[in-house]
């Protein structure tokens, strides 16, 4: 049987997901589309899925019958509204992150998806799709490197646009690791401290260029993250977890040695969807294997309000330099509370 999905939203990660299910993925169809840009919706559509219907807005598309599953993929202050009515409809959603840009939106969701009782809603956290970081979370569940003491790791980004301000560092790219490290160590936050190394002559005026941020877990897990999103020589995520017994790394991205010219290289990606390409392909055909067999297995509500609280709290120690304590209602049952 193949699941029937509309996809709001058909900027560059909605036409992509558009592009995969149609082309990529097997037992799905898009079979309607829609954007604020209903010009741009229709381009879409008919270049991957020229049977889809173009309805008016999010909110038609999520109730026409044929719709069984959706994607979420427009501007994120949308995002709360469009897996609200979903949930409503009784429809699944995958909602690329952010689930909300408020914490408040995203404890309404959790509450909504509660009371119904069953899990409708998948998060796009793909890094834990990653063969990489799948494979250094086994590592760690067997025990490998004994308990974990603390992590290191780097988000970089050749360069960003204008419109990249410095609490993006923390809500737009931070979020991917506040996400995967509560996945691979199975612990929650309790503080975060954010501190601002020399300034980089690359960036922006209106921005503060790199910055680290300081974590602390339950279990007293130490993490930093490097964040630095004008280095100008590639897309670069590093992470390496210290334990008792010894240290595991994220595996580099497959790539050539070069033998050239007296020197030996290797390339550094600069795009961050080619560099995490293959997770999602399988996140995505894993939300549309869950919706058929009515099970959900990737990131919840759940997890995305606790990235979210955990971001408010880093964006506020930005602001205020001082360690900010993190803390989240308490986790309903349908979440493993």
Known sequence: MTLKIGVIGTGAIGEDHIRRCMQALSGAEIVAVTDVNLDRAREVAEKYAPRAKVPADGEALIALPEVEAVIVTSWGGTHARYVLEAIRHRKYVFCEKPLATTAEDCLKIVEAEAAHGKRLVQVGFMRPYDSGYRALKALIDKGEIGEVLMIHAAHRNQRVGANYKTDMGITDTLVHELDVFRWMLGDDYV???????????????????????????????????????????????????????????????????????????????????????????????????????????????????????????????????????????????????
């Not at 005026?205 to 790199?210: I, K, T, V, W």
């Not at 020197?263 to 997770?279: G, N, P, V």
């Not at 606790?306 to 709290?313: I, L, N």
Request: with cysteine; charged share 25%; net charge negative.
């Open 191 to 337: 503080s975060a401290q954010v501190i601002f190394p020399r300034r980089s002559g690359k960036a922006m005026e209106h921005m503060r260029d790199p910055q680290i941020v300081l974590l602390e877990t339950k279990k007293g897990i130490r993490i930093d993250v490097e964040i630095f999103v004008n280095c100008q020589y590639g897309y670069d995520i590093k992470c390496a977890v210290v334990g008792e017994l010894g240290e595991a790394s994220l595996p580099m991205p497959p790539a050539v040695e070069l033998r050239k010219s007296a020197a030996l290289s290797t390339e550094i990606m600069t795009d961050w969807k080619e560099r995490f390409i293959a997770a999602y392909d399988v996140e995505v055909q894993d939300f549309i294997n869950g919706v058929r067999a009515g099970a959900l297995n990737g990131a919840t509500s759940w997890d995305g309000y606790c990235a979210s609280v955990a971001a408010d709290a880093c964006v506020r120690a930005q602001e205020t330099g001082q360690i900010e304590k993190i803390e989240m209602t308490p986790r309903p049952a349908l979440y493993g509370g």
